[in-house]
């Protein structure tokens, strides 16, 4: 996974040549931006929420076709049991606070994750955000939410069990056609915040030839120009998905 620190000044968009189909962001960093400033976890969170409008704004802005946000992990659950009531509520809070709005723009709204779980009134307000917005189609917007990399494998699994598919007929396609990102192409980028190196359980089997780009930005201070490194840094990669490009 690439680094990338210092500033660099945000060029025009016409300089981007080749934009990922798909983009991929883990938003970590929310408590340390917190407590780098004396505050309250709590009070990292609610920046980290009111930077998704800029991240998406600048997202329209550079047609990103699909944006999948990492928001809420299966592990997250084992968080202490006050920080996850927060999250919680900010999540209500931001769908009742931004739901006409995405709207509006032509953002389509999906959650990807197990919905098991999920408090009933936050998952009516799910079930209504995508209804609302399902022939939407400027933005994919996929909130990955009670989400886990391997659970969505295990999911898929237990779906071609159910159906009573043959061992000898599963192959790759199989179960790219039943987790929870079915139908839309894999990322071709994925964003890490806070300058952990790693994925976390996100999307590893959609991600498998990903470009990865790790930024020490803590979530709440990445922003459009932040974004618009790491699409500099996408263009210059040479995806060669296992094989050789062209006279190399």
């Known amino acids: ?44 969170h609610r920046a980290g929420t009111e930077n998704l409008r800029n991240v998406l704004e600048a997202a329209a802005d550079f047609r990103i ?8 992990s299966t592990e997250n659950w084992s968080r202490p049991a006050p920080e996850v009531r927060a999250l919680l509520r900010l999540v209500q809070r931001v769908i009742d606070r931004e739901l006409n709005e995405l709207h509006s723009r032509g953002v389509r709204i999906r959650q990807i994750g197990r919905r098991e779980g ?12 995508e209804e609302l917005t399902r022939d939407n189609s400027e933005l994919i917007l996929n909130i990955a939410f009670n989400y886990g990399g391997r659970a969505d494998i295990v999911d898929a699994v237990r779906a071609l069990v159910r159906e009573g598919m ?5 192959d790759e396609a199989a179960i790219s056609a039943r987790v ?32 990865y780009y790790s930024t020490p930005t803590f979530w709440p201070d990445f922003g459009r120009e932040e974004l618009y490194k790491a699409l500099l840094a996408f263009q210059e990669r040479k995806r060669r998905f296992g094989g050789l490009l062209s006279g190399a």
Do not use: C, K
Not at 65 to 72: D, H, N, R
Not at 118 to 129: H, S, V
């Open 65 to 72: 076709p699909i944006l999948t946000l990492y928001a809420f």
């Open 180 to 211: 929870s990102t079915a139908g839309l192409p894999d990322p071709d980028l994925v964003i890490r915040t806070a300058g952990e190196m790693r994925l976390s359980n996100f999307l590893i089997w959609q991600a498998a030839y990903a470009e």
């Open 118 to 129: 999920i408090d009933d009134a936050l998952l009516r307000r799910i079930e209504r955000a």
């Open 166 to 170: 043959a061992s000898e007929e599963i």
């Open 1 to 44: 996974m690439s680094s990338v620190e210092g500033s660099t000044s945000v060029s025009r968009p016409a300089e981007l040549m080749r934009v990922p189909q798909h983009v991929g962001i883990i938003m970590d960093g929310n408590g340390r931006w917190a407590q780098a400033r004396g505050m309250a976890r709590s009070a990292g």
